[in-house]
């Protein structure tokens, strides 16, 4: 769950980047953040992160006031969010099985847990053969789907998704939505931001449109899909 009450942010330069922004993402939810380079959705999510605190008003994040949270309780915020970046942010020395079992090295978590989790993580996003392979030795697409997995590996309430399709080819994109969507399904709350207007209008859902730092847009939207069921 993601709550922000009347949120403003400005960067000490005295940039204003976001300006009493009110929004609320329930559990289980899938929602698209999308808005043009500078609206302030990367401020957004660093404020969802606690890698900045607002400026003012209040943000709640999986039970977080992030107000209120001391430093010592950020590495336990982050541990219920997963996030996905543009440029996937994988381990080049690193197998896929060591990128994705490396979350949970860092948490000590028990050996036998890792070796039965890991793998499971990875057939889920596809890509069981590829588990002893490189980050290098694998598409684009590939690689978003490692980091994928690397997100769910310690099963997170929410996976925060930053253009995480940016990198990859535009038919490829689809298949990361299907992953995160199929993701959701199962429970896991989903905030995706997106510059690709196909593939917003081709899923549908919750779209919260960001300008110029104020929410100026937040409906669920058909996608395409059901509008040609109609
Ligand atoms: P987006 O992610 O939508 O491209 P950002 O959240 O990065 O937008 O930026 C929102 C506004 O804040 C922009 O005007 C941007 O120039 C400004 N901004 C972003 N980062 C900083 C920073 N570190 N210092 C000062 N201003 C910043």
């Known amino acids: 769950m993601v709550e922000f009450k009347n949120v403003s942010y400005t960067y000490p330069t005295g940039q204003h980047a976001l300006q009493h922004v009110s929004l609320k ?3 289980g939810e899938f929602a698209f953040i999308v808005g043009a380079s500078g609206a302030g959705k990367s401020t957004l999510i660093k404020l969802m992160l606690r890698e900045l605190a607002a400026t003012q ?6 039970g977080y006031n992030l107000n209120k949270l001391k430093s010592r309780k950020i590495p336990e915020l982050r541990r219920t969010i997963g996030v ?7 381990i080049p020395s690193m197998t896929v099985y060591d990128n994705v079992a490396f979350a949970l090295r860092a948490i000590d978590a ?3 847990y890792i070796r039965s989790r890991v793998p499971y993580v990875i057939s889920l996003v596809g890509l069981a053969q590829k588990a002893k392979s490189y980050p290098n030795d694998l598409s684009g697409g590939e690689q978003q789907r490692v980091a994928l997995a690397r997100a769910l590996v310690n099963d997170p309430q ?3 998704a930053d253009e995480p399709t940016g990198n990859i080819d535009p038919e490829r994109s689809y298949e990361i939505v299907d992953l995160l969507k199929a993701i959701n399904a199962c429970g896991t709350t989903v905030v995706m ?5 196909d593939l917003v209008k081709y899923f549908g859902g919750r779209i919260i449109n ?3 730092g104020a929410v100026v847009f937040d409906e669920v939207i ?3 899909d059901e509008t040609q069921q109609l």
């Open 110 to 112: 028990p050996t036998k």
């Open 57 to 62: 008003g209040e943000v709640t994040v999986n």
């Open 210 to 212: 960001i300008n110029t």
């Open 158 to 160: 929410l996976i925060i």
């Open 25 to 27: 993402i329930d559990d």
């Open 193 to 197: 931001v997106t510059h690709q207007h």
């Open 84 to 90: 996905v970046f543009q440029d996937f942010r994988l």
């Open 222 to 224: 058909g996608g395409i």
